[in-house]
């Protein structure tokens, strides 16, 4: 019991911690707080029940006028406090006069945190080879792709995210009154209780891979609406066409590290293995990847998959270094 209570005190002191450095917090340490929340469900509860006391009380003597012991000795007898359920170490003076609030506090709270624009404008991103899968507020889960980056806004009556870089997979959480709409720079996808896979091309377009249910496609001059098993891609002008040659399976491939292409330019290939692997980088020298185009299934950690298969193209040299992939144009030889 004696360990428990020092383990529950020091909890505590973490939690004030946090929310002491809450409304002044760098990104960094925004992550740091969202990795402590996410080890376990305690730090969540005691965070909230911390941050409650503080939100329903932080105004109403900042100038600390009056004095709280005297103020909790006037207590009549026939006032009965809330138990406590563990001794706080140093807001235990503030938590007992708090307690009998903190329920109405803590739904205060809580509301604050799920409706305020302010505290759920979030922006998460992976590193190249790193993957993410993450929980929004909303219970909507995002699979992120190697360096993507995705900002987050819920607010009371919309879900939005806005794809800044690279690719990500959604599964919605049903919430008929808050629609949740993915913004890419060629247009919008508004999800209707669904799973979908959505990438931002080199090329300035997006595509979109439907898994589940249905979604909504918009731009500044089109609209398509895309049932389960269908794949549409926006281009850069706003045009969407949806395409009949393209299977859902392989859009969402990145997920079991394997990248399949259909005709794709080799600038886009190349930077498709770069997402993957920092360690074996490939580039293109003197080479215009646009000129060249391919179809193929590679394993995206195998960079040098795709030397092999290039080192089959006849106007095409490869040279192997340290940490390096160096694609060139074969030179012809001289009599």
Known sequence: MVVQQKI?????????????????????????LEQWLSQSKRHVEEFLEVAAVEFALGGLDRERRHDVDALLSRITSNVTKLPVRRAPAPRSRWQTFAMAASVAALAILVSFLVWN???????????????????????????????????????RSSRDVH?????????????????????????????????????????????????????????????????????????????????????????????????????????????????HNPALRIRLEGVDGKQYRYAGVFDANDPNELADFLAHEPELTVERRDGEIVIRPKVAATH
Request: glycine fraction near 8%.
């Open 163 to 275: 794809l800044l870089r690279g690719e990500a997979t959604f599964k919605v959480a049903h919430d008929s009154a808050r629609p949740f709409t993915v913004r890419t720079p060629a247009g919008t996808v508004q999800a209707l209780g669904t799973e979908f896979n959505v990438r931002n091309r080199m090329n300035g377009g997006t595509t979109v891979a439907l898994l589940e249910g249905r979604v909504r496609l918009a731009s500044t001059t089109a609209e398509l609406f895309l049932n389960a098993g269908q794949v549409a891609a926006i281009d850069h002008g706003g045009a969407i066409e949806r395409r009949m040659d393209v299977k859902v399976e392989d859009e969402i491939g990145w997920q079991k590290h394997r990248l399949t292409f259909d005709n794709a330019s080799l600038d886009e290939i190349v930077a498709e293995f770069n997402r």
């Open 117 to 155: 624009p302010g505290t759920n404008e979030r922006i998460y991103a992976t590193e190249i080879g790193q993957f993410r899968t993450l929980q929004l507020a909303d219970g909507s889960l995002v699979k992120m792709n190697a360096d993507s980056q995705i900002e987050v806004a819920l607010h």
């Open 8 to 32: 529950d005190e020091l909890l505590v002191i973490r939690a004030s911690e946090w929310v002491d450095l809450l409304p002044t917090a760098t990104p960094q340490q925004l992550h740091e």
